[in-house]
């Protein structure tokens, strides 16, 4: 099946001529030759700790942030490589929900005219068509009409998330990049709001890649599983495997380290200590190695690429050892 959304090699520069807008940070290669694919229909899940790229790989692959290298596909079609106009008018079919919901709605305007203006930005001319696909939207997030001259201030966050999600469907995407979804939500708006996202992906088709630091979450929803290490991806595979067995040192140390998985699904694993990860200082060779508990020689000298590995993909060069060594299976 041709994937609907294509990564190939993909670099970002951050930092560099638009250095104003954050002169606190160095410049640094955000993201690091990254390679990934959507199937229509499918969930994948990013995963990292904070400042890994995650956020700046979304924000490339919408045409919010310009690629230094590498390939972005559509369909098929290339859409990287294009003026920032054209990036983004190119990917129209892929959208992004923002981790703060609400922030991503204008304060001064109702939801109707909020969502009035998402259709008449597509162009949709007709009023009478953008009163139909709002409360259509409106409907299939769970709210009515009466939402339509509503606030954002008059909103929970739970339902401020319901906006923010009819407002995206009002734009017909079909990938949706979904950043950190879940993010500052109890549980029970948690579960409501992974529901919703699995009612409307089935509803619309929609093809997800799912941003979160959740990893109970993104083992109940996700499809495959994308872990990133500063800017690169170090381990892909379905979620169950995952998550039943873990291949790159990383990926068990966040397994091993997380608070919100259930004992049973930790792998033994030591929490990486050493020198927090920066993408301003990297580490020659394997960009984990300083922390990783199994590195040798060879990966403080060899950057490892991701290669396949009979289930999925890892970037490390001693796994097959290291889960010999371990014991789990490999
Ligand atoms: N405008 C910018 N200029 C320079 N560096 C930046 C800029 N924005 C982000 N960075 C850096 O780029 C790297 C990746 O940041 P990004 O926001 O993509 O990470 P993230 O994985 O989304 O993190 P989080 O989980 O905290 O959201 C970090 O090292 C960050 O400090
Ligand atoms: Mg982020």
């Given at each position: 099946m041709t994937p609907i959304l294509e990564v190939r090699e993909l670099a970002v520069d951050l930092?560099?001529?638009?250095?104003?807008?954050?002169?606190d940070l160095p410049p640094v290669r955000?993201?690091?030759g990254v390679s990934l694919s959507l199937r229509p229909g499918e969930v994948l899940g990013l995963v990292g700790e904070s400042g890994c790229g995650k956020t700046t790989l979304g924000r490339t692959i919408l045409g919010l942030q310009r690629e230094s290298g590498g390939e972005i596909r559509l369909d098929g079609a290339v859409v990287s490589g294009l003026a920032p106009r054209e990036a983004r008018r190119a990917r129209n079919a892929i959208h992004y929900v923002h981790?703060?919901?609400?922030?991503?709605?204008?304060?001064?305007?109702?939801i109707g005219r909020t969502l009035e203006e998402a259709l008449l930005v597509q162009g949709v001319r007709d009023p009478a068509e953008r009163r139909a696909r709002i409360d259509e939207v409106l409907a299939a997030v769970?709210?009515?009409?009466?939402?339509?001259?509503?606030?954002?201030?008059?909103?929970s966050g739970g339902q401020l998330r319901r906006v923010a999600l009819a407002r995206i469907l009002a734009l017909r995407p079909r990938v949706v990049i979904l950043d950190?979804?879940?993010?500052?939500?109890?549980m029970s708006v948690q579960a409501m709001v992974l529901n919703l996202l699995g009612t409307l992906r089935r509803r619309y088709g929609l093809t997800y890649l799912f941003i979160s630091h959740d990893l109970s979450v993104v083992r109940r929803f996700c499809d495959r599983v994308a872990i990133m290490y500063l800017g690169r991806v170090v381990e892909l595979a379905t979620a169950a495997e995952v998550f039943a067995r873990p291949r790159h040192p990383y990926t068990r140390a966040l397994l091993a380290a997380?608070?919100?998985?259930?004992p049973e699904a930790r792998p033994p694993a030591p929490i990486p200590a050493g020198e927090p990860p920066s993408a301003a200082r990297l580490p020659p060779g394997c960009a984990f190695s300083p922390r990783?508990?199994?590195?040798?020689a060879p990966c403080r000298r060899t950057d490892p690429a991701l290669a396949p590995d009979g289930r999925g993909e890892t970037a490390c060069l001693r796994w097959r050892e290291i889960a010999a060594d371990t014991m789990l299976p490999a």
């Open positions: 930092g560099g001529r638009r250095r104003w807008l954050r002169p955000a993201v690091r981790q703060d919901a609400g922030a991503a709605l204008d304060p001064w305007w109702s769970g709210l009515d009409a009466t939402a339509r001259p509503r606030y954002p201030h008059e909103f950190e979804p879940t993010s500052g939500l109890d997380s608070p919100s998985l259930s990783c508990p199994h590195a040798q």
